[in-house]
């Protein structure tokens, strides 16, 4: 969900070393292979700086329009998801595409990334979740933003012993964020939901408000569903991190996911996304949970291209993401080449286990 700073700043070298060599050019072959799924979640105006732990996970509108626009010059196909399937099962060489994906289901995907989409006319595909949609399930990577962003110190029972943290400046709330971000992450759902809970309580943060502040109803996925170029996938029942839960629980996130959104849409649903998204939070077993629900496919947050043999890997897909800490053309260019991934994975080119 939010990279970790070691990466960001390997990333940011590479797309650096990248631009000055021209490698994004002459290194297409070696690591591009057949194509990519972007991950996108906000899509919004920027906001001014500050205190903003969650900055990655949102791009602009104008910077959405410029990626398009340079997708296209660098002469690569935009495609559906299912067209990005049928593609990567296709022995033939084909045009290098990119597939572009929306998690989670917020209103500004509707408000500010639409528009540009329909200005391109290009395909794209959102991941709904159900406790979103109906105001059930939490953000609680923003309740945790929030309740830091209110309060003047971070104090908070763990199981592993007390955190505190002073928080009265920017940084202060920053170096608090990450710290008890990575801390929560490390254990059992239940406790991080548990303690962002007992901070929210402090910093008189309203949960459900937070939802319906940022995420579509019911109602208008089933409208959007019928728009011309869009595709709506599931995203399970609740958001978490299914890898951390009992296989029957995951199970049923999964499964019963399908089943909600297709009755909501009155249409089939191929397409899967999970929740976080990283190997801690989905594996094998889940890859196998997503292809016994019956979804087309599902995709990961493993950065990545696609290449052949991910065609007998079609739940363990991996994607790039357009990360709002790198909205620049040499980043965006760097990304494409496939390259970066192929230097931070140490020259694998597929992740499936």
């Known amino acids: 969900m939010r990279g970790m700073s070691l990466r960001h700043k390997a990333f940011s070298a590479a797309f650096t070393a990248i631009a000055a060599t021209g490698a994004d050019r002459w290194g297409r072959g070696l690591a591009q292979g057949k194509g990519a799924i972007l991950t996108l979640h906000h899509v919004r105006p920027a906001t001014a700086g500050g205190f903003r732990p969650n900055g990655l996970l949102e791009i602009t509108p ?3 329009d410029r990626a398009l626009t340079l997708i296209r010059a660098e002469g690569y196909e ?7 399937l049928v593609r990567l099962v296709d022995p033939q060489p084909g045009r290098f595409f990119v597939a572009l994906t929306f998690d989670d ?19 794209w595909t959102l991941y709904a979740v159900r406790g979103f949609a109906e105001r059930t399930a939490r953000l609680w990577w923003l309740e945790l933003e929030e309740a830091i962003r209110a309060l003047p110190r971070v104090s908070v029972e763990l199981p592993d012993g007390r955190f505190d943290a002073p928080s009265g400046t920017d940084a202060e709330k920053q170096k608090a964020f990450d710290q008890l971000y990575w801390r929560l992450r490390k254990g059992p ?6 303690v962002i809970s007992d901070l929210a309580r402090q910093g008189g943060i309203d949960a459900i408000a937070l939802v319906e502040r940022e995420c579509l109803p019911t109602e208008t996925l089933r409208s959007l569903a019928g728009a011309p170029g869009v595709t709506i996938g599931a995203h399970t029942l609740s958001h978490p991190m299914l890898a951390k839960h009992p296989e029957a629980e995951a199970r049923r996130e999964v499964a019963e996911s399908k089943a909600w959104l297709e009755e909501a849409l009155g249409a089939p649903v191929r397409h899967f996304a999970y929740p976080v998204g990283d190997p801690t939070s989905a594996g094998p077993r889940e890859f196998a949970l997503a292809r016994e629900a019956g979804f087309a496919s599902a995709v990961a947050t493993r950065p990545g291209h696609l290449f052949p043999g991910h065609a007998a890997h079609l739940h363990a897909l991996p994607r790039v993401s357009l990360n709002g800490l790198h909205q620049s053309e040499a980043a965006l260019k760097a990304l494409l080449s496939g390259l970066p991934f192929l230097l931070w994975n140490k020259g694998q080119r597929m992740s499936v286990d």
Do not use: C, M, Q, T
């Not at 935009?78 to 990005?84: F, G, H, M, N, R």
């Not at 917020?106 to 329909?118: E, F, I, T």
């Open 62 to 64: 104008d910077f959405l």
């Open 105 to 123: 289901g917020y209103r500004d995907n509707l408000d500010h990334a639409w528009p540009v989409l329909a200005k391109h006319g290009v395909p």
């Open 189 to 194: 759902e239940a406790i991080l939901l548990s």
């Open 78 to 84: 935009i495609v559906s998801l299912d067209e990005a």
